[in-house]
């Protein structure tokens, strides 16, 4: 890892470790903040002690970073537009990641500060869409191309979708435990167990489950929201040393000669579908010349860029053979195929055959330009674990006695932290970054309804007004402080 960063300017080496300090912060604050959701349940019920809970639940969430791949990092990546992640220089890429990463924290702290259970995923993600509309607007980029909306209307589908699908499955789980066991003690509160039982801890079997929940709440936790600090990372070593990370170094020949396979694959398609594409593509019109410059990409520069990306890459079995501008080059060639090849699967000449064809070919074409470092993943991954065993007792507070107006039983826990468990599972298997915090509160919520305990208005109120206001206010801040660093950088 050391010999990557050899050579850097003093000021570089610095503002790189400055910058890498800035995301691992993030993740750790990500850690006390998201995290106490995880374990708030275990915790209230009495099913674990505190710090034994948060000690398990921050191993958990190591784990579930070290083994959650990178599918949810790069959807947070190409939030940008692909022209913003082609434009890679040190001053802009520094601007970008201290301006979105300055929003995202101070966002946080403030509603971890008042026991808000707050979204790490919407400060981030409002952050990111900031900084891409602000850029479009120094730029004088209209605004529908400053972000890749259809990207953001896809996570916030799944950022609206998540917590709704949470109430509902936990409510309905609830009512599934009572009808199957109406008499359980499942259905005591820790307060009712204790007066009644004179027992401190849940049964058995509620205990357990309640126990393995919690740590797969953790480690599906650390899956999604730890490859959004993977993703920050890469955006950092991208802008700020492109030479060393634009491609991944560590890939081996088949990976590239998979890579140049699939750009020759590409331009069979594409004659192959001339009729409907040809327009488009403006296949057989385009000259040698016509090349995607350093700031956009345009689809009717595919031909050409198919063969400069063959020409770049042939002979070669080692991207250490590129000197640091065709590294550069060749991501930019094989980001904007992938560009062009994801409008071309939208085009309702084609069909279904030939665009699931076109996905297979989208995947060869990134599989060296979506990648992170195992350094990477283990930094961010001991980050949030560490984050995970501190700062967590004013949400657990919330967590049980704020959200309803009676206490949590033992049943409204274990359907509130299964649920979250499988929306989360199944948001990772899209590659969609959702919120543990809301999903585990609106089950929270779900479960209270179901029993017919009724809400406390406050809070609630309180969690809506910080789900409604995260998105808007972060992407103000960030687009302001991003206006501010741009206007230095002159």
């Given at each position: 890892?050391?010999e990557?960063?050899?050579?850097l300017?003093?000021w570089?080496?610095?503002?790189?470790?400055?910058?890498?300090?800035?995301?691992?912060?993030?993740?750790?604050?990500?850690?006390?903040?998201?995290?106490a959701?995880?374990?708030?349940?275990?915790?209230?019920?009495k099913?674990?002690?505190?710090h034994?809970?948060v000690?398990l639940s921050?191993?958990?969430n190591?784990?579930?970073?070290?083994?959650?791949?990178?599918?949810v990092?790069?959807?947070?990546?190409h939030?940008l537009?692909?022209?913003?992640l082609?434009?890679?220089?040190?001053g802009?890429?520094?601007?970008?990641?201290?301006?979105?990463?300055?929003?995202?924290?101070?966002?946080?702290?403030?509603?971890?500060?008042?026991?808000?259970?707050?979204?790490?995923s919407?400060?981030?993600?409002?952050?990111?869409l900031?900084?891409g509309m602000?850029?479009?607007?120094?730029?004088?980029?209209?605004?529908?191309?400053?972000v890749?909306?259809?990207?953001?209307?896809?996570?916030?589908?799944?950022?609206?979708?998540?917590?709704v699908?949470?109430?509902?499955?936990?409510?309905?789980?609830?009512?599934g435990?009572?009808?199957?066991?109406?008499?359980?003690?499942?259905?005591?509160?820790?307060?009712q167990?204790k007066?009644?039982d004179?027992?401190k801890?849940?049964?058995?079997?509620?205990?357990?489950?309640?126990?393995?929940?919690?740590?797969?709440?953790?480690f599906?936790?650390?899956?999604n929201?730890?490859?959004?600090?993977?993703?920050?990372?890469?955006?950092?070593?991208?802008g700020?040393?492109?030479?060393?990370?634009?491609?991944?170094?560590s890939?081996?020949?088949?990976?590239?000669?998979?890579?140049?396979?699939?750009?020759?694959?590409?331009?069979?398609?594409y004659?192959?579908?001339?009729?409907?594409?040809?327009?488009?593509?403006?296949?057989?019109?385009?000259?040698?010349?016509?090349?995607?410059?350093?700031?956009?990409?345009n689809?009717?520069q595919?031909?050409?860029?198919?063969?400069?990306?063959?020409?770049?890459?042939?002979?070669?079995?080692?991207?250490?053979?590129?000197?640091?501008?065709?590294?550069?080059?060749?991501?930019?060639y094989?980001?904007c195929?992938?560009?062009t090849?994801?409008?071309?699967g939208k085009?309702?000449?084609?069909?279904?055959?030939?665009?699931?064809?076109?996905?297979?070919?989208?995947k060869?074409?990134?599989?060296?330009?979506?990648?992170?470092p195992?350094?990477?993943?283990?930094?961010v991954?001991?980050?949030?674990?560490?984050?995970?065993?501190?700062?967590?007792?004013?949400?657990?507070?919330?967590?049980?006695?704020k959200?309803?107006k009676?206490?949590m039983?033992?049943?409204?826990g274990?359907?509130?932290?299964i649920?979250?468990?499988?929306?989360?599972?199944l948001a990772n298997v899209?590659?969609?970054?959702?919120?543990t915090?809301?999903?585990?509160?609106?089950?929270?919520?779900?479960?209270?309804?179901?029993?017919?305990?009724g809400?406390?208005?406050?809070t609630v109120?309180?969690?809506?007004?910080?789900?409604?206001?995260?998105?808007?206010?972060?992407?103000a801040?960030?687009?302001g402080l991003?206006?501010?660093?741009?206007?230095a950088?002159?």
């Amino acid at each position: 890892m050391i010999e990557l960063f050899s050579g850097l300017d003093a000021w570089v080496l610095i503002s790189l470790l400055m910058a890498l300090a800035f995301v691992l912060f993030f993740e750790f604050i990500n850690g006390f903040h998201d995290t106490a959701n995880a374990v708030a349940t275990v915790i209230y019920t009495k099913a674990m002690p505190p710090h034994l809970a948060v000690l398990l639940s921050g191993f958990f969430n190591f784990l579930g970073v070290l083994l959650g791949g990178v599918g949810v990092a790069y959807a947070i990546v190409h939030l940008l537009p692909v022209e913003l992640l082609i434009n890679v220089n040190t001053g802009h890429g520094l601007a970008m990641v201290f301006s979105l990463l300055a929003a995202a924290i101070a966002w946080n702290l403030g509603t971890w500060y008042f026991g808000i259970p707050a979204s790490s995923s919407h400060t981030l993600i409002g952050s990111i869409l900031g900084v891409g509309m602000s850029n479009a607007m120094i730029n004088g980029i209209p605004m529908s191309q400053g972000v890749n909306w259809q990207k953001a209307i896809d996570i916030g589908a799944s950022l609206v979708f998540s917590p709704v699908a949470g109430f509902v499955v936990a409510g309905l789980m609830l009512l599934g435990f009572k009808r199957w066991r109406p008499l359980s003690k499942m259905h005591k509160t820790p307060d009712q167990r204790k007066k009644m039982d004179d027992k401190k801890h849940p049964p058995f079997w509620n205990r357990l489950v309640l126990v393995l929940s919690a740590m797969a709440v953790s480690f599906v936790h650390g899956s999604n929201d730890g490859q959004k600090g993977i993703g920050l990372i890469m955006l950092v070593l991208m802008g700020i040393v492109p030479g060393q990370f634009v491609l991944d170094l560590s890939t081996t020949t088949y990976q590239i000669e998979r890579t140049r396979d699939a750009t020759q694959h590409l331009s069979q398609f594409y004659e192959r579908n001339h009729e409907q594409l040809g327009d488009f593509l403006a296949l057989g019109k385009s000259s040698p010349g016509d090349l995607p410059s350093q700031s956009e990409c345009n689809p009717q520069q595919t031909e050409p860029t198919i063969a400069a990306l063959q020409n770049n890459l042939k002979g070669v079995s080692d991207y250490h053979s590129l000197s640091s501008e065709q590294r550069v080059e060749v991501r930019r060639y094989l980001l904007c195929l992938d560009d062009t090849a994801k409008k071309v699967g939208k085009l309702p000449a084609l069909g279904d055959r030939e665009k699931s064809d076109l996905d297979k070919l989208r995947k060869d074409l990134t599989v060296t330009t979506e990648y992170a470092p195992f350094w990477v993943i283990f930094a961010v991954a001991l980050a949030l674990g560490l984050g995970t065993m501190v700062g967590w007792k004013r949400v657990v507070l919330t967590i049980g006695e704020k959200i309803g107006k009676q206490g949590m039983t033992y049943a409204q826990g274990m359907s509130a932290q299964i649920t979250t468990t499988l929306m989360i599972g199944l948001a990772n298997v899209f590659s969609l970054p959702v919120s543990t915090t809301h999903v585990l509160s609106s089950g929270v919520a779900g479960s209270m309804i179901a029993n017919k305990s009724g809400l406390q208005a406050g809070t609630v109120r309180n969690i809506l007004v910080a789900w409604l206001l995260t998105l808007p206010a972060c992407m103000a801040l960030a687009a302001g402080l991003f206006w501010l660093a741009s206007k230095a950088l002159g």
